[in-house]
């Protein structure tokens, strides 16, 4: 099968379509022909050697998959031959993946493959931050860095979907009017505005609940000063660098809450396939949209990493294999 691959870190000039054999299927598992796989921020890290780097090279990179069931490993159903299936795996650039039947959710006719693509990192991100991390509440504020990133433009709708009021910083007028259709609130333009006075003056002052916060370094600041008492500011990414150490002493005036997430925390059983269940229904009755900033075919994995880190996109950025 045709794979990207790369065999030591660096630039997105490192990715490569090479020749590889198909994955070896063990009990429990399927061979997915894959149609559509995700591209994320992380994948680009991993590939610079900054985030799990433990994986022995030479890797394919790639996290989230949808397309059609043609093998089963042993113990497996074979009823899922030929099924249309969405799933979180590894190995996700490439011809074929594997993963664990288990995982598998159904893709409904009126969701896309490259739709499909789109939801499992992103969306799981999403929906864990509000639902599990946050357990956000309506009447609350949320503050969602980057709205027009991939998981800031599902964050914002499932943030408003549990009425909340959203705030969204962003770094363009399109991005602006692209946040304001998908329901923002409140659009701060960080490029011209400074965050912290803006969220202070159209909250007379209170601050915001919760800040969900990808950016990192040069966020962080502004992350802790714009909450409310009592508020919470989640981490999970840090695309602008690390942030600072935390000094637990600024936190008690306004006895504030910080915390991290990862998706790949061990979660409870059953919490990733029941949330991707319910957002596979959501995009499926439209009340979920699902932003593809950038589809480009799989030989070209190395062109979508470098516009990915270049900040040239919005929404989510998919490669398409098959079909």
């Known amino acids: 099968m045709k794979a990207i691959r790369y065999h030591h870190i660096g630039g997105p000039e490192v990715l490569r379509l090479e020749d590889v054999p198909e994955p070896e299927l063990g009990p429990g598992e399927v061979r997915l022909q894959v149609h559509a796989a995700g591209v994320n921020f992380a994948d680009t890290e991993r590939r610079r050697g900054l985030y799990d780097t433990k994986v022995p090279l030479p890797r394919i990179l790639g996290s ?37 039947a288990s995982g598998l959710v159904a893709l409904p006719d009126e969701v896309s493959f490259e739709e499909a693509a789109a939801v499992p990192v992103q969306g799981l ?21 980057a709205a027009a990133g991939g998981v800031g433009v599902l ?24 946040v304001q259709e998908l329901g923002v609130d409140e659009v701060i333009r960080y490029d011209r505005e400074d965050v912290v006075t803006e969220v202070h003056r159209r909250t007379d002052g209170g601050g915001v609940d919760l800040v969900l916060d990808a950016v990192g370094a040069s966020t962080w600041e502004a992350s802790l000063r714009v909450l409310a008492p009592f508020g919470h500011l989640v981490s999970y990414g840090s695309a602008s660098g690390r942030p600072p150490a935390l000094d637990v002493e600024t936190l008690y005036e306004k006895s504030l809450k910080v915390s991290a997430y990862w998706l790949h925390t061990r979660h409870p059983p059953g919490s990733h396939h029941r949330a991707l269940e319910s957002l596979i229904r959501d995009v499926a009755d439209g009340r979920l ?16 990493h470098r516009r990915l880190e270049g900040r040239e996109t919005v929404g989510k950025v998919v490669l398409t294999v098959a079909g």
């Open 289 to 304: 949209r699902i932003l593809i900033g950038l589809k480009l075919p799989l030989a070209e994995a190395a062109e979508a």
């Open 155 to 178: 964050a914002v709708q499932i943030a408003r979907a549990l009425g909340a009021r959203v705030f969204g910083t962003v770094s363009s007028e399109a991005k602006a009017r692209l």
């Open 125 to 145: 991100t999403a929906y864990h931050l509000l639902h599990t991390v946050a357990r956000v509440q309506r009447g609350q504020s949320v503050l969602v860095h």
């Open 64 to 100: 989230e998959a949808a397309g059609v069931v043609r093998a089963v490993g042993p113990g497996v159903d074979e009823a899922l031959l030929g099924q249309r299936v969405v799933t979180l795996t590894t190995g996700c650039y490439a011809e074929f993946a594997k993963a664990p």
